[in-house]
T-cell receptor, first 115, second 112 residues
Framework: KAGVTQTPRYLIKTRGQQVTLSCSPI?????VSWYQQTPGQGLQFLFE???????NKGNFPGRFSGRQFSNSRSEMNVSTLELGDSALYLC??????????????FGEGSRLTVL | GNSVTQMEGPVTLSEEAFLTINCTYT??????LFWYVQYPGEGLQLLLK?????DKGSNKGFEATYRKETTSFHLEKGSVQVSDSAVYFC???????????FGRGTSLIVHP
């Protein structure tokens, strides 16, 4: 069973540009969430999607957005990049069949460097 | 609000030493508690979990017990290996929520 797949794994952008990151969840998983990981702030929740709807949102500016497609694949977009957006962006999926077990399955992340 | 506090790292140990990584939490009600591990260059993966008071989660020689009276979920292992070197995250999930709250992570370095 394939795991959570994130693309691209590494990317370098310059300030002011925009970036789109992609996440394919484990087959059958309908919930996809995104996290930003930095050495200074740790893991910070960005947003969560379920059945193409944003169900939860963290405290990030509107430059950060996302969406989920009918096949549960998700993308997140960051516009007008700032140096502080340099981070590892992690995607996680979960099953949610019946009772939520709470377990998240993470991808390996997309490491974004903003110059 | 909900929060998780972990001991700051890095924790540096010699192989076969005893490991404790402290984790305390603040939450309303009775959340589920988790330990995730992140090996270098990888995403997080679930190590163990406990869903109610006095439950003990265990996996790969690691253990943690859900202590409601002290709001703690400390991670322990009797004999660490070099391959255990990673970052360990404590997390809580409130009842009825789908979004865990993570601690800042504790880096473990095990020397041969």
């Amino acid at each position: 069973k394939a795991g959570v797949t994130q693309t691209p794994r590494y990317l370098i952008k310059t300030r002011g540009q925009q970036v789109t990151l992609s996440c394919s969840p484990i087959s059958g998983h309908r919930s996809v969430s995104w996290y930003q990981q930095t050495p200074g702030q740790g893991l910070q929740f960005l947003f969560e999607y379920f059945s193409e709807t944003q169900r939860n949102k963290g405290n990030f500016p509107g430059r950060f957005s996302g969406r989920q497609f009918s096949n549960s694949r998700s993308e997140m977009n960051v516009s007008t990049l700032e140096l502080g957006d340099s981070a590892l962006y992690l995607c996680a999926s979960s099953r949610e069949a019946g009772t939520n077990t709470g377990e998240l399955f993470f991808g390996e992340g997309s490491r974004l460097t903003v110059l | 609000g909900n929060s998780v506090t972990q001991m700051e790292g890095p924790v540096t140990l010699s192989e076969e030493a005893f490991l404790t990584i402290n984790c305390t939490y603040t939450a309303t009600g009775y959340p589920s508690l988790f330990w995730y591990v992140q090996y270098p260059g990888e995403g997080l993966q679930l190590l163990l979990k406990a869903t109610k008071a006095d439950d003990k989660g265990s996996n790969k020689g690691f253990e943690a017990t859900y202590r409601k009276e002290t709001t703690s979920f400390h991670l322990e292992k009797g004999s660490v290996q070099v391959s255990d070197s990673a970052v360990y995250f404590c997390a809580l999930l409130p009842r009825g929520s789908y979004i865990p709250t993570f601690g800042r992570g504790t880096s473990l370095i095990v020397h041969p």
